[in-house]
């Protein structure tokens, strides 16, 4: 019988220490490093080494780990890695919106990423589809399950530059968020 409880602790143990180790994924924190990388390198770095090891299949999580592929493709130089995180990206993207495809946070971060992508690689196929979404959870909200702070940072992206026709703007700008 004490071995038996020496080998339950041993395994509680193990497990806690594990647990400590262990990355966390919450969508609060990855909204803000994900902006955080889109602006710094060195947080670039931090947020792919991050999402380089989550192995899981939220779907949310999963376009997070996606946009870290892309972001990595803004700060290196050569072509060849450029065009190896996009592809994985694109790749991550797609098992993303395959397991919800209605999630228009899953969405807005595919459209973000195919708006920077520059055209002649033919990589950005899904912004109409995916802005749709977003605009369609948006205009939903809070029904659609965005969070009011995610909402108004949807919209104000949306709004900026010539990503929506005037008639979307216009519906955006009236949204009460």
């Not at 193990?14 to 994924?25: G, K, L, P």
């Not at 889109?38 to 999402?51: P, R």
């Not at 977003?134 to 108004?152: D, M, Y």
Request: net charge negative; charged share 25%; aromatic share 10%.
């Amino acid at each position: 019988m004490s071995r038996f409880i020496l080998f339950f602790l041993l395994v509680v143990c193990i497990s806690v220490a594990q647990a400590a180790n262990a990355t966390t994924y919450k969508l609060s924190e990855l909204r803000v490093e994900y902006l955080a990388a889109s602006k710094d390198e060195e947080a670039a770095n931090q947020f792919y080494d991050k999402m380089e090891k989550y192995t899981g299949k939220e779907p949310v999580v999963l376009g997070y780990k996606a946009a870290s592929e892309a972001v990595m493709a803004k700060y290196v130089w050569n072509p060849y890695f450029k065009m190896k995180h996009l592809n994985a990206a694109m790749d991550l993207f797609e098992e993303a919106v395959s397991l919800n495809r209605e999630n228009p946070e899953i969405r807005f971060l595919r459209f973000i990423v195919e708006y920077h992508i520059p055209g002649y690689l033919n990589m950005s196929q899904h912004m109409a589809e995916d802005k749709a979404i977003v605009i369609e959870g948006l205009v939903e909200h809070p029904k659609s399950g965005i969070n009011t702070a995610l909402a108004q940072t949807m919209r104000n992206v949306l709004l900026e530059k010539e990503r929506c026709t005037p008639e979307e703007k216009e519906l955006l700008k009236s949204l009460k968020i």
